[in-house]
């Protein structure tokens, strides 16, 4: 696939201030609503609006999350949703320094997210997931020069170079870094100032053992993360759709948060 998504309210000048800032990465909860759906039936909740809001609300106000969290992609809906007590959801992303964003296709002097995932299913080696992403993303620059641009003005989600999800074996964190930065450092110009990786079906401990063996050294960009399941799936574990839960689910989720944030500066441990 190929998607844009577009950031509200962060001109091109504030990208490396603010959403590419040192120890940060973006909250991607920008699950469409049949996706969300999913996400709920598996701690048992109908996709209701309702239920939607509750979680939303409990991810968006969890206290502290802007340390770690730079920010925070949306889905349409969510763009519009408040808590329960009436505060719009970007209001509360903006009391902790959170820049919101939205997939939409339309829109302009936004920041414009590039995403073509390559899905890490099958039971290929990691070389083949390298020849194909180097394809695809040499193929996306190729438009992206044409159509002028402004490669200073966007951020990157690529998926990390991985065997396929069905490989027989699992890759080690330090190889799955070797070989996501050489296809990034064969295919993407300095001047792009973000990488934000997806999770892609990686476990959250996955997710951020392989961020943090990407930053061990020094890279052109700033390589960090746009999660969406690598960040939430303790969170729903530990909510299970009760109020009662939600102090604890939030603590779930800035626990994650800020072993990513960790990761994006390569000092993680385990
Ligand atoms: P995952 O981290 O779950 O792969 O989702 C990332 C994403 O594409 C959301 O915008």
């Not at 998926?159 to 450092?185: C, F, N, Q, R, W």
């Not at 392989?210 to 909510?239: E, I």
Request: hydrophobic fraction near 40%; charge should be negative.
């Amino acid at each position: 696939g190929f998607e844009w998504l577009w950031w509200a309210l962060c001109g091109v000048g504030q990208i490396r201030k603010s959403i590419a800032s040192p120890g940060r990465g973006i909250l991607a909860i920008d699950e469409s609503n049949a996706t969300c759906g999913k996400r709920l039936a598996s701690i048992g909740l109908d996709n209701t609006e309702v239920n939607r809001q509750a979680y939303r609300q409990l991810l968006l106000t969890t206290p502290g999350l802007g340390e770690y969290i730079s920010g925070a992609i949306l889905f349409e809906e969510t763009l519009y949703q408040s808590t329960t007590d009436g505060k719009k959801f970007v209001d509360c992303l903006r009391d902790e320094n959170i820049v919101p964003g939205i997939k939409v296709d339309k829109d302009n002097g936004l920041v414009p997210i590039v995403e073509p995932e390559i899905l890490l299913d099958g039971d290929h080696p990691i070389e083949r997931t390298l020849e194909v992403a180097e394809r695809v993303w040499a193929e996306v620059f190729y438009y992206l020069a044409e159509n002028n641009v402004m490669f200073e003005g966007i951020l990157l989600k690529p998926s990390m170079v991985t065997p396929g999800a069905e490989h027989k074996e699992k890759a080690s964190p330090d190889t799955i870094a070797k070989y996501t930065l050489t296809m990034l450092k064969r295919r993407v110009p300095p001047a792009v100032p973000g990488i934000m990786f997806l999770s892609g079906g990686q476990s959250e401990m996955e997710a951020t053992l392989n961020l943090n063996a990407m930053n061990q050294s020094p890279n052109p960009w700033h390589v960090s993360f746009s999660y969406a399941r690598a960040l939430q799936n303790s969170v729903l574990k530990t909510w299970q759709g009760s109020p009662e839960n939600v102090e604890a689910a939030q603590k779930a989720l800035l626990a994650r948060a800020k072993a990513n944030s960790l990761a994006q500066l390569g000092s993680y441990s385990a």
